[in-house]
């Protein structure tokens, strides 16, 4: 067998290197038109930091995992296609700002179509909206050169950061397929690939349009936590209870849960927030004003949260940080990742800029050019912008710091160092409630966590 993956991203690269992995006779090639993308994943650097995705790639690169940029080639040969390229939110025309982009998916349906003379399973592995398949399908059908298809869905349910770890030992595949006796064979040639070594108990057959809501709905209900504990904090900080506190009590509730409890300056990343506003639009355009109003209410409960912490930041310095330096610690939008999309670092540092602040970042898996490009765009300049190669760099001279991103190293640094050489009255404002406040108030700082 053959597998094919269209697109080399956070997806499409660990979901293939993980399969060849478990499934050594399977040759398995990731192909993408962008050859600097192609060139990372067969160097030593690979372009997506995930904790164990090194070694999972070193281990079966070269065997049956393959890096390219051939893609009508890895089509042509491939049994089984994977799609997994991006759909981002139409910036654009009916549906701009919520609509998936699906021009995209419209492009590889099209190559495959053209390029394909055996059968093929394609499998949609990209997080889009319902009734997709049925576009691919058409586009598909026009094949001229008798080749035939069945299309699958197969959401991924990952979390970055624990992408390798999640791969390894899911919750659960979900795989959605026609109710055919051809759809139903596809599925269980997928399934059998999985079955490798995800236990067949966790493998869940439904049709195609329950497959594709699925995965919003999924990140939706997570959001939907995330902003409903938000919305509390700033109720807490209102009253001087302590979210934390809030949060352990009710997930103590067997019917609540402690998961996605815990109070930040927000969510961010590729899926949550495309998704939710892909889901508003879907029910808008099916007649249902109240779902979509619901849904979008989580959106702007996640926007109001980063405006809400930077505001915060510009209150305790007395009403203005101009010309005042802020260090922001962390710039991805969770730790053990370098995915910057929708990170709330790129909102807070814009909003400390337009204060005219003086911001240096600090990341330790995101490079100075990628910060720079997220905040101003790319090729634009703002000499009050800098990024650092540490914390400790980031703080020297500060006024106040901001922890933005949960990494592991913010809650070890030497505090009482940082202290020392900062400006006073020295401010800390944690974003993601990972460091004691208590310390910190002991060593000196105004320290300000989220809902504490």
Known sequence: MKICCIGAGYVGGPTMAVIALKAPDIQVTVVDMNATRIAAWNSDTLP????????VVRQARGRNLFFSTDVRGAIAAADIIFVSVNTPTKTYGVG???AADLRYIES???????VSTTPKIIVEKSTIPVKTAETIQQI???NTNGATFQVLSNPEFLAEGTAVVDLFNPDRVLIGGERTPAGDAAVKTLADVYAR????ERIITTNLWSS??????????????????NAISALCEATGADVDEVANAIGKDSRIGPKFLKASVGFGGSCFQKDILNLVYLCESFGLPAVAAYWNGVVEMNDYQKRRFSARIVRSLFNTVADKRIAVLGFAFKKDTNDTRESAAIHVVRDLLAEQANVVVYDPKVAAADIQADVLGKGVANPRLNVAASAYEAALNAHAIAIVTEWDEFKTLDYAKIFAGMHKPAFLFDGRNIVDLA??????????????
């Open 48 to 55: 997506v930091y995930e904790p164990g995705l090194d070694e």
């Open 439 to 452: 310390h910190l108030r002991a060593l000196g700082f105004r320290a300000h966590g989220i809902g504490r």
């Open 212 to 229: 594709e809501l699925s995965k919003l709905v999924a990140n939706a209900f997570l959001a939907q936590r995330i902003s409903s504990i």
């Open 96 to 98: 701009s700002g919520r």
């Open 197 to 200: 070594w995800v236990p067949r």
């Open 140 to 142: 598909l059908a026009a």
């Open 108 to 114: 590889v349906a099209r190559t495959i179509a053209e």
